[in-house]
C-alpha cells in the first residue's frame, strides 16, 4: 500500500510542474509506464513480505493438477522400468536357447518401451515445473537435502536414454557373433541404469514419510543420511516387483487386444503366445508383491505407529478393502487365462482338470469374501443396536488382519497350483520317481496349507505383537518354501515326460484377451489406490514431522473425492497407453497392407469368432487345396 501512495504522489507533483494539456500527456504515459512494470511498484512491496511459498490454479486446484501429472508420471515410469527386465530376459533366452521367437517377442516389447519412454519423460518434465511453480518452498527444501542425488539423477537419465537408444536402434545391426554379445551387455546397462532411476527418486518420496534429518556434515553426507531412511528400501523392493506386475499386464493388454484384432493365422499365434507370455510375468510378479508389501507396512509401524494406525485402522483403512477387491479381481482373472488356456490350448485336458478348476474358484471366492469382510460395518444406530455394536456377532471376527493375511497365503498357493496345474497339462510322467515325487509335493501342499490355516486361528489368541512377528511371518515362508520346493521338483518331473498332447497357440476365445484387458485395468487402479493411501498417511505434513503443510489443502481429501480423482487417473493413463500402443503399431500395418492376402483366414473369418484353425493345420488345408 505504501508503494502504491508513493507512485501517486509522485504523478502528482510530476502533473504540478509541467501543467497545461501536454503536461496531462506527459502524466497519462507516466501512469501507464508505472502500471507497466509492477517491479518498480506493487512488486516491491511483495519482496519485503518473503518468499512465495504456494501458487494455486483456479477451479482445478493445484494439489489436484499435480496428484494427477504425477500419477500419470508414476504409471509410465512403472512400465518404462519393468518392460526391460523381461524384454532382457526374453532375448538372454533367446541367445542362449537359440529360439528366434523369444527374440522377436523381446523385441516387441522393447517397441513398446521406447514409444512408452518420451511421454514418460514429457509427464516427468511437467510434474517438475508444476512442483516449482506451486509448491516453491517444499522445493526448495528438498534441494537443499537432496541436492547432490538430483545431479545423480540428471546423469543416470542421460545415460539411460543413450543406452535405450543404442539398444533399440542397434536391433537389427548387432544380431550376430560379439555385436550380439554387445547388444545383451546394452540391454543389462540398460536394466542397471533403469533401477537406479528408480531407487533415487524413491529416496525422496520416502523421505517425505520417514525423514531423517541432519543439520552438520557436508550435503553428500546430509542426503545420503536422508536417503537412507526407514522405508526406502521396502519401497524399493515393492516397486520394483510392482513395476514388473505392471509392465506384464499391460503388455499381456498389448497382446489380447492385437490378438482381437488380427487377421492371419500366424500373428493370432504370436499373440496368443505373447499373451501368455505377459499374464505369466505379471502372475509372477503378483505371486510375491504381497510379502514385499507386508515388509513395507511393517517397517510403516516400526517407523512411526500412528502413520500406521492411520493407514489400515482409521479412515484410510477403507481403501485396504477396495484393495483385496481389486487383487481378488486380478488373482480371479490371472487364474481364468490360465483355466482357459488349458481348456483351449491343449486339447483333451478340459475334462481331466474340470474339477480341480471348479474347486479352485470355489476356495477363490471364499477367500475372496473374507478378505473384502470391514472389521467395522457402516451401519445406522438401529442396526448397530441390534448386532450389539460396530462389529457383527459373526463375520466380525473376519475384519481382523490374521484372517485376512491367512486368506491372501491362501489365495497364492492356488494360483501358483493353478500355474503348476497349466504347466503339468498335456504331459506324462517317465521317471521312476515321479509317484514319490507327486506324493511329496502334494504331502507340502496340504501341509502348508493347514500350517497357514492354523497359524491364522491361532492368531486370535495371541498378543498382536508375537502375530505380527511371528505368525504372519511365518505364513510367508511357509509359501515362499512351499514354491521353491515345488517348482524345482515339477521341473525335474517335466524334464523327462512325454508330450500327450502339442500346445495350440492362437485358439483361444475373445473372453482370453477381454480377461487381459481386465487384469492391466485391474492393476491400474490398484497401484493407483495404493499410491493415494501412501501420499495421505503423512495427513497435514510435505514432510512428516518437519515441514508441515500450511496450504489450504493441508487435509487428506475424502474418499469419494479421491476416488473421483483416481478414477480419472486410471482413464487417463489407459487413453495414453492406448495412443500409444496406436503410435508402436503404426509401423506393423503399412507392413501387414503390404504383405495382405498371403496368410488371411479362409472367407476372412474374424479374430472375435475364436476357435481358429492352428496354423500348422492352416498351411495344411491351402496344400490340400
Not at 527 to 552: E, I, K, N, Q
Not at 604 to 613: F, Q, T
Amino acid at each position: 500500500m505504501s508503494a502504491i501512495q508513493q507512485g501517486v504522489g509522485t504523478i502528482q507533483r510530476v502533473l504540478r510542474s509541467v501543467g497545461g494539456h501536454s503536461g496531462w500527456i506527459a502524466g497519462l504515459l507516466l501512469t501507464a509506464g508505472w502500471l507497466v512494470f509492477p517491479s518498480i511498484g506493487l512488486a516491491a512491496e511483495g519482496a519485503a513480505a518473503g518468499p512465495t511459498e504456494y501458487r494455486d490454479i483456479p477451479y482445478v486446484g493445484s494439489r489436484n493438477l499435480i496428484w494427477v501429472v504425477a500419477q500419470l508420471h508414476l504409471l509410465l515410469a512403472g512400465f518404462v522400468l519393468g518392460v526391460p527386465i523381461f524384454a532382457w530376459l526374453c532375448e538372454v533366452i533367446a541367445w542362449r536357447g537359440g529360439e528366434k521367437r523369444y527374440d522377436k517377442l523381446a523385441k516387441e516389447f522393447t517397441k513398446l518401451l521406447t514409444s512408452a519412454y518420451a511421454t514418460t519423460a514429457l509427464f516427468g518434465g511437467i510434474l517438475l515445473f508444476i512442483l516449482v511453480i506451486f509448491y516453491p518452498k517444499l522445493m526448495n527444501y528438498l534441494t537443499d537435502v537432496f541436492f547432490p542425488s538430483f545431479l545423480l539423477y540428471c546423469l543416470l537419465f542421460l545415460f539411460e536414454t543413450a543406452t535405450l537408444y543404442l539398444y533399440w536402434y542397434g536391433w537389427d545391426a548387432m544380431q550376430h557373433g560379439r555385436m550380439k554379445t554387445l547388444h545383451v551387455f546394452l540391454g543389462f546397462l540398460l536394466n542397471f541404469f533403469a533401477l537406479f532411476i528408480m531407487i533415487v527418486p524413491n529416496a525422496w518420496a520416502t523421505f517425505q514419510a520417514s525423514p531423517v534429518v541432519i543439520s552438520e556434515g557436508t550435503a553428500i553426507e546430509r542426503a545420503w543420511a536422508a536417503t537412507w531412511n526407514p522405508t526406502w528400501w521396502p519401497i524399493n523392493i515393492h516397486r520394483f516387483i510392482a513395476n514388473i506386475v505392471l509392465g506384464g499386464y499391460i503388455c499381456g493388454a498389448y497382446a489380447g487386444v492385437r490378438y482381437l484384432s488380427v487377421k492371419s493365422a500366424e500373428d493370432r499365434e504370436h499373440y496368443d503366445w505373447m499373451g501368455y507370455v505377459g499374464n505369466f510375468i505379471g502372475v509372477f510378479g503378483l505371486l510375491a508383491l504381497p510379502f514385499a508389501g507386508y515388509w513395507l507396512m511393517r517397517e510403516i509401524y516400526q517407523y512411526n505407529q500412528q502413520m500406521g494406525i492411520t493407514l489400515m485402522g482409521g479412515f484410510l483403512s477403507w481403501l485396504f478393502i477396495i484393495q483385496a477387491m481389486l487383487i481378488g479381481v486380478l488373482f480371479l482373472g490371472s487364474n481364468y487365462y490360465f483355466w482357459l488356456g488349458i481348456t483351449y490350448r491343449i486339447p483333451g485336458s478340459e475334462g481331466k482338470y474340470r474339477r480341480a478348476m471348479l474347486m479352485m474358484l470355489v476356495s477363490l471366492l471364499l477367500c475372496l469374501a473374507v478378505w473384502m469382510t470391514p472389521h467395522s460395518l457402516v451401519a445406522s444406530i438401529e442396526e448397530a443396536q441390534k448386532m450389539g455394536g460396530a462389529h457383527h456377532p459373526l463375520l466380525g471376527v473376519l475384519g481382523v488382519m490374521s484372517a485376512k493375511m491367512t486368506v491372501s497365503n491362501l489365495m497364492i498357493l492356488i494360483t501358483f497350483m493353478s500355474f503348476v496345474m497349466y504347466w503339468r497339462a498335456g504331459k506324462q510322467d517317465t521317471a521312476g520317481w515321479a509317484k514319490l515325487g507327486k506324493a511329496v509335493m502334494g504331502a507340502v501342499l496340504v501341509l502348508a496349507s493347514l500350517a497357514v490355516i492354523v497359524l491364522g486361528v491361532w492368531g486370535y489368541f495371541v498378543p498382536a505383537i508375537v502375530r505380527i512377528n511371528y505368525f504372519s511371518t511365518s505364513q510367508v515362508l511357509i509359501v515362499i518354501f512351499v514354491i521353491l520346493t515345488i517348482t524345482p521338483l515339477t521341473a525335474l518331473l517335466l524334464k523327462s515326460a512325454r508330450t500327450t498332447t502339442e500346445m495350440v497357440w492362437g485358439s483361444m476365445p475373445p473372453r482370453a484377451g477381454y480377461a487381459l484387458v481386465l487384469n492391466a485395468v485391474m492393476i491400474i487402479l490398484l497401484m493407483t489406490l495404493m499410491g493415494y493411501a501412501r501420499s495421505s498417511s503423512r495427513v497435514h505434513w510435505h514432510v512428516y514431522g518437519v515441514m508441515r503443510d500450511s496450504s489450504p489443502y493441508a487435509y487428506s481429501p475424502a474418499l469419494g473425492s479421491a476416488s473421483l480423482i483416481m478414477a480419472l487417473c486410471t482413464f487417463f493413463f489407459c487413453i495414453l497407453v492406448a495412443f500409444i500402443f496406436w503410435v508402436a503399431t503404426m509401423g506393423d500395418k503399412t507392413k501387414a497392407a503390404a504383405a495382405s492376402g498371403k496368410s488371411e483366414l479362409p472367407h476372412g473369418i474374424p479374430a472375435m469368432a475364436g476357435g481358429a484353425p492352428h496354423h500348422g493345420q492352416q498351411e495344411k488345408k491351402n496344400d490340400e487345396f
